[in-house]
Structures are given as C-alpha cells and as structure tokens.
C-alpha cells in the first residue's frame, strides 16, 4: 500500500473528548473517528485491525467445530417476550417500530434468534451437538458511552452458541470454546486472566471473563497470588470466617439520639465507635417484593449477590416512599428491629456482631447495644458484601490481591434457560422430548482492538503485536527527491510484497521527521529506512517494539526480516 494516497489521517494532538490512551490513539493514528456519542466509524487503518482480529477469531472457532452464520440485527420484540428479556433487559436494550406499530429490537446479543433457529430446525438428538457463530454489529444504549470503544452504543462482537444434549455435553463444547478464547487472546499478544463471573442479564449457571489486565480497565478482579483463584468483584466468594467480637458480654439495647446522623461514617464519628460496630441497612425490592439486607459498616454490600439470593429478575434499591410504606422509616434511620412482613438477610459478618449498632426505624434515633438473634431475627445468613483486598482465597486460604481489567470476552452454561421458554426441544433415544442444553460464548472484537493498545503502546504511538498489526513492515525512504532512495524504496517494497508480507511505502512529499513521527504513531512492528547510505547498498531496520536498530545490507532484508518477524 502507496501512503500518499492511503485514507490515514493523523493527528498531532489528543483529541478533547479523548479519556484514556487507546481512545487518544485509536484517533491520532486514524484507525476511527467517532460519528456520535458511542458510534465510530473504522476507518482503513482500524479495519485492518479489525479484520486480522477476525481472522484470528475465524480460524480458532472452526479449529474448534464452530460452524459460521449471520444472523439479523434486527429482531421481533415477541422473542424477547417469550423469554421475559424484554423488561427484563432494562433500558440498554433499544427498542424500535416499523410501520405497521410493531415492535423489535436491535439485537445486543442473540440468543432469542439463534434458539428459535434450532427449534425450527432440529428434532432427533442425532443432530446435536453443533456449535454456531457469527460476527456482527451489535447495539446497547449505553447510559454513559466512555472510553473510545470500551464502553460503545454500536461494536463489533462474535457471538457463538452451542447445543448439545445434556450436561455432560456442555461441559465438553464449554472447554472447547474456553480453550479457543485462551488461544485467541495469546495469539492477539495479549496479557489476560480467565475469571469466575457473575451471568448477568443473559443467564445461566457457570461462567468466566476473559479480563485483559489493565489500569483503566472498568472491571476489579480479585485473585490469588498462590493459587489459580480468580474472579470478577460481582462474583468473588467471601469465605465466612470465625470472627473474635470487639467485645465478650452482651449489653442490653438502649436507644439514643442521634439529630441528623444518616451516614455509617457520621454515625461511627458522633459515637465514637469503629465503623465495623456498625450495621447497615439497607432496604430493595426483588421482583415487587421488599427485601432488608444487613451488612457490617465497613463493608459494602453486592447486589448481585443478593439479587442472585432470591434469583431475582429486578433489584431495585427502595424509593422513600417505599421505605415509609414497609417499614415505616426514613433512609438514614433504617433498622431490622421490629420489622415485620419484609424478609431479612444478613451478611454472615453480622452474625458476629456483638453490641452493635443500628437504625431505630425513627427519625434523629439509632439503638445501641443490639445482639442479632437476641434483639432481631434473620431469615437467612449468607455471603453478601464485596471481597476486600486482604481477605482470605475461598480455594487456598491465601491472601486475595486486586487487579483492574477490561472484559474482551465472556462465556456461559446457559443450560436450558432459553430453550425451554423458546420450545427448542428434541427427541432422546428413547422417543422423548428434552429440552436442549445450551452454552453462549462472546468476544468484544472492537474493544479488543481498544484492550490491545492499552498493553501495546509507548509515549510515541501504538506497537502493535505482528499477529493484529495492519502492515507487516513500513518503508520510509527519507528524501523522496533522491532518486536512487526512491528506486531502493520501490525495489524493496514490490521484494516484500511478493513474499507475501503486508508492506506501507511512505511515499509523500513530507519531512523525514513527519514521516517517522507518523510511523511510531501508527505502530507498524518493522520500520526500514531508505537514506543516504544507499548508494553503499545499506539500509537501517528499527523493530517498533524494542527500538533497536541496525543497519544491514539490501540483499539481506528478507531473510532479516522473516526471521524477526517470528520472534518479535
């Protein structure tokens, strides 16, 4: 490819809305530009990129047994109905109507349709298993769009579904694809960890992301350092533990005033008591129901856990007017004594409190001295706050660590979640009719471009990995009015090219120093540099990655850079 007519436009400058190094560069070095909030257009550049992390995806998911499709973006609302997802999808999900009033969706993912495929098509356990995919633009009407295309309305995403029929035979296509995304991401050059996480709005029993390690990633994983343990903050297990009370004797409980004193920090500083003395709670409504949820001060409760307590559709926290009607108190003055009608849940670090403290369920009032089971009842004991660095591994007893991530990939057991809502059922052996067991497995292909160039980049530019990189090689001849740079430069592209290798001639009319600014921005993992030592039949190669570079011989460039490119 000629740079002088290539649609590459670079910029000196970050741009103004940029917020993190990958949306910076994705911009300077002309890989896209951002058409609205959220939305993106690829442009050459970014395509390349886009395509090579395709190719990968491809040529791991057929090594696999996955089998190709596209299906529409555009989907009935009555699918997502039947499985409960329209509402219970929430306001990510854009809505649309034709016409004729009726109702679809642009599709965030696609197990409505793809189920719908297989019950139409499938009857005898003779077809199963199979394992379909595509890749596809994908829509989600992203409350706060961020971070270039990490957190985008409209991306790019491979989505794969498999069928089998039983467990067993989940289990087996599950590995499958966990083991194809292990070898997708090592080949894309990157640094990630495959943790436990929670299923979220698509369902199912058994899951893991695949968390490229990063600073700015919007996800905390906590894992071990001695063992295997990982796991997204959503999901990591608090391993309950015996706790020594603060105190051995057990007061009785008194009430005390406490005038505008609503958070669990002005509480512990106008009694002077450590915040874990204190107990917070905290009232939701699952699916209509109210629900009090206690945990200890210094702590911070999980809502998936708890939503996942009572496998709840909707966790809402209450409103004050809800709060008024079940409980007959105000936010800030919650209490679990003398609730009635409303199921309470505790973390199992309250269960150890021993003279603790707690709302009043009265306005400017808490109780001290309050021992659970004496002066409260709990319906249910179990794990519901965040780990905490410093807690101990539910695997090893080790000492659990924090890390940042950007999630580039997640896969699920759906089970038969889908299948049964759907109808998408087959004959056993026996003449009878099960329900097929089912497994979803994505990748973020946009915002894996975005997670490659948080780890890939220097204070120049992008260093791209070989295996994604858009050209193999960029050749700067450095005075384009030099004749003999120029020919050089031409015999050693058309040399290149013919071996097959993707090669940028840089063949403006610009200044040496443009030219290499413009090449360590955009990345490219081998620079050859035409100049003045060729008439002595010599040329400088940089390796992007490194910096190192060294002048070699023009006869021996190919052999020199098919071996670095192996290694590199």
């Known amino acids: 490819m000629r740079q002088q007519h290539y649609f590459l436009p670079t910029l000196r400058e970050n741009p103004a ?23 993106y257009s690829y442009l050459p550049l970014g395509l390349r990129v886009l395509q090579n992390i395709q190719r990968i995806v491809r040529e791991e998911m057929n090594r696999a047994g996955a089998q190709e499709l596209v299906m529409p973006a555009i989907q009935p609302a009555e699918l997502w109905q039947e499985t409960g997802r329209w509402d219970a999808y929430g306001p990510e999900l854009m809505r649309l109507k034709d016409r004729h009033d009726r109702n679809f969706v642009l599709g965030p993912t696609h ?16 077809k199963l298993p199979f394992n379909l995919y595509q890749i596809q633009t994908k829509y989600r009407d992203e409350r706060r769009p961020r971070f270039g295309v990490i957190r985008a309305r409209e991306f790019i995403m491979k989505d794969a579904y498999s069928f089998d029929k039983d467990s067993e035979g989940l289990d087996k296509s599950y590995q499958a694809m966990y083991d194809a995304y292990v070898r997708i991401f090592t080949r894309c050059g990157l640094h990630f960890r495959a943790v436990e996480a929670d299923a979220g709005a698509i369902g199912g029993k058994g899951t893991h992301e695949f968390m490229v390690l990063s600073e700015i990633g919007e996800d905390t994983i906590a894992y071990c350092s001695s063992c295997s343990y990982a796991a997204n903050l959503e999901k990591a297990e608090v391993v309950k533990q015996e706790v020594q009370p603060l105190e051995e004797r057990k007061l009785s409980i008194e009430k005390v005033s406490t005038p505008n004193v609503t958070t669990i920090e002005e509480l512990s500083e106008f ?4 915040r874990e003395k204190v107990i917070k709670s905290l009232l939701y409504v699952a699916d209509g129901q ?41 936010i800030g003055y919650i209490g679990p004594i003398g609730v009635t009608g ?8 309250v269960e150890s409190l021993v003279n603790g403290i707690t709302g009043a369920n009265e306005e400017g009032y808490h109780y001290v001295n309050v021992n659970p089971g004496i002066d409260f009842s709990v319906h249910l004991y179990t794990d519901l706050r965040n780990i905490q660095e410093g807690d101990v591994c539910p695997h090893c007893s ?11 990939g997640h896969v699920f057991k759906l089970g038969t979640k889908y299948s049964e809502k759907l109808g998408a059922v087959f004959l056993d052996e026996n003449g009878k009719e ?19 160039i948080e780890q890939n980049h220097d204070e120049n530019g992008i260093i791209w990995p070989v295996s994604v990189a858009p050209f193999h090689v960029h050749i700067i001849p450095v005075n384009m009015k030099q004749k003999n740079q120029v020919l050089v430069a031409e015999e050693i592209y058309q040399k290149l090219k013919n071996t097959g290798l993707e090669v940028l001639l840089d063949d403006r009319q610009e200044r040496a120093g443009v030219k290499f600014n413009d090449a360590d921005l955009i990345g490219i993992p081998i620079r050859i540099t035409v100049g003045s030592k060729v008439d002595e039949g010599l040329i400088e190669l940089k390796v992007r990655k490194t910096g190192e570079s060294r002048e070699i011989k023009v006869d021996e460039l190919v052999e020199q850079i098919q071996s670095l490119l192996e290694t590199i």
């Open 111 to 126: 197990e409505e349709v793809i189920t719908s495929i297989a019950r139409d098509e499938v009857r005898s356990y003779k």
């Open 398 to 408: 080790d000492i659990i660590q924090f890390a940042k991530g950007i999630e580039v």
């Open 434 to 452: 099960q329900p097929m067991v089912m497994g979803c497995y994505g990748i973020g292909i946009s915002r894996t471009i975005a997670a490659i």
């Open 342 to 349: 409303v199921k309470i849940v505790a973390d199992y670090a």
């Open 17 to 39: 809305e940029s917020e993190t190094i990958s949306h910076q560069l994705m911009i300077r070095a002309g890989l896209a530009r951002q058409l609205a909030s959220g939305i």
């Open 290 to 330: 109210p629900v009090l949820a206690l945990i200890r001060g210094d702590h911070e409760l999980n809502e998936i856990k708890l939503k996942n307590v009572f496998d709840a559709n909707v966790l809402e926290m209450a409103t004050p007017e809800q709060v008024k009607e079940w409980i007959n108190s105000s």
């Open 271 to 274: 009694l002077s008591v450590p």
